[in-house]
């Protein structure tokens, strides 16, 4: 029998084990032991049980993947969740969130709308997302008490934002956020230019300077709809993304957000420069906004993760569902119904997600080294009846509300579906709160 030194923390007893890295694997009734919040043992049931853990978990009917990764996402903003359904990007950005932006957005709305966005993150099984929102320290903050792994962007835009006076001063802000979490073990700071329609040439030269010192990321919106895109080039002659590309901005750390306009020269720029595609394809059909080729992108080599977007334009922060959506959009655009098959959609919401945000090394598979950022989906209900392929299964016919445990760094944050370390009924009463004040004040 191993020493204490060499125990495990904890041995987990899956029915299915779904590595995700080699790509199409499913091993039956293998166990994943952790030590030190890593990954450290893989191998049959037989050969697990003979190992000294101080825990083990048996998870009958049970299907263990890595932690699903929102790669895009405005956290806080849950609070506006279903506040201007049913509208143009446009009038629902200009008439409706930026004023309500205007009149809500402080730290505390940051501080509680986050935690809301994280409970139910947790709740439907995702270890890991990027937000792009206001007072990112706050959020920041957040995601540490949480226990959970996030990219925090720093927004920017040509005019005075919560939080922020002026592009200048968000910058400011955000080198400061960067250098005092650069050696977080969860949390990551990337810079968020809103988009190409918002941040002109001068700061995005400025941001090109910051993420060359700093080796940091860049996540922001492009090319999400068709105007967008006509507009820049009446105005310029230029598409937003070879403007992009001529500012020095695409690269292995760019993160493209919606793409849903693909010229075949937006392909080769994405294909040259290594940059990722962030797909949020509820978002994009609930505004209208357009298709993005996912499977065009696929077969090119680019680099394509998945993210809910806000709750205002979805409205739920469902990565399973998300990712389920993807899979149908894909064959449809392509016109194949072999386009984005399961096992490659549950890939493009775990590992290619943390390749999106720089973490491929950390987490988004399980292998021996890696982070022990998990979720165990129960397979065993109904619905779900009778089980070919679980990871088919997965993808098609289970809801978030089967992500019954779920560990960050081998840390339970969910256990038998419920939060280890949030308070439910006191989030739901908050966000009700919230819901009621900003209600009321609307209607006036």
């Given amino acids: 029998m191993p020493n204490r030194d060499t125990a495990l923390d904890l041995l987990l007893l899956p029915t299915w084990l779904v590595p995700v890295e080699p790509a199409g694997v ?22 697990a049980l003979r190992l000294q853990a101080a825990q083990v978990v048996e998870l009958p009917g049970h299907l263990l993947c ?14 506006f969740r279903g506040l201007a359904d049913d509208l143009p990007l ?51 903050e957040r995601v540490h008490e949480s226990g959970m792994r996030a990219q925090i962007t720093i927004p920017v835009l040509d005019f005075p934002i919560p939080g922020a006076r002026d592009a200048d001063e968000a910058l400011h802000l955000g080198v400061e956020l960067f250098s005092d979490l650069r050696h977080h073990p969860r949390i990551s700071i990337a810079f968020g230019p809103h988009a190409p329609y918002t941040v ?11 993420i060359d010192e700093l080796d940091a990321a860049v996540h922001m919106h492009v090319h999400e709809t068709a105007f967008e895109v006509q ?29 849903t306009q693909i010229s075949d020269e937006d392909l080769a720029l994405l294909v040259e420069s290594n940059s990722s595609v962030i797909h949020c394809p509820e978002s994009n059909l609930k505004l209208a906004s357009g298709f993005c080729p996912v499977e065009r992108l696929w077969q090119a080599g680019v680099n394509v993760a998945v993210g809910t977007d806000g709750a205002a334009s979805n409205n739920d922060l469902d990565l399973l569902g998300e990712t389920r959506t993807a899979a149908l959009l894909a064959k449809a655009v392509a ?16 590992l290619n997600g943390a390749r999106a945000l720089g973490l491929d090394a950390q987490v988004g598979s399980l292998e021996l080294g890696k ?43 969910l256990e038998q ?28």
Wanted: proline letters at 4%; hydrophobic letters at 45%; glycine letters at 10%.
């Fill in 417 to 444: 579906g419920r939060l280890t370390r949030m308070d439910s009924a006191k989030l739901t009463a908050m966000a009700a709160g919230w819901g009621e004040r900003i209600a009321d004040r609307s209607a006036h």
């Fill in 371 to 413: 982070a022990a950022d998990m979720v165990a989906f129960d397979l065993s209900r109904l619905a779900q009846q009778p089980i070919y392929d679980p990871v088919s299964q997965l993808i098609y016919a289970t809801g978030r509300d089967c992500a019954q445990y779920v560990w960050v760094a081998g840390k339970p944050l």
């Fill in 335 to 350: 016109g194949s119904a072999t386009a984005l098959d399961a096992h490659r959609a549950l890939r493009m919401a775990t």
């Fill in 90 to 140: 446009m009038t629902w950005l200009e008439q409706h969130i930026w004023p309500a932006e205007a009149r809500w957005v402080d730290e505390a709305f940051v501080r509680d709308g986050t935690d809301l966005a994280i409970a139910e993150q947790l709740l439907g099984g995702i270890t890991c997302f990027s937000d792009m929102y206001f007072f990112p320290r706050v959020a920041s």
């Fill in 66 to 79: 890595p932690g699903l990764i929102n790669a895009h996402g405005h956290a806080a903003m849950t609070l």
């Fill in 200 to 210: 002109g040439d001068e700061n995005l030269g400025k941001i090109r300077v910051l």
């Fill in 26 to 47: 499913v091993l039956k009734e293998h166990g994943l032991g952790i030590r030190d919040g890593l990954i450290t043992f893989i191998g049959p049931r037989e050969q």
């Fill in 231 to 259: 507009q820049a080039t009446e105005a310029t002659g230029e598409r937003p993304l070879a403007r992009l590309a001529r500012l020095g901005l695409l690269g292995p750390r760019f993160q493209a957000v919606h793409m």
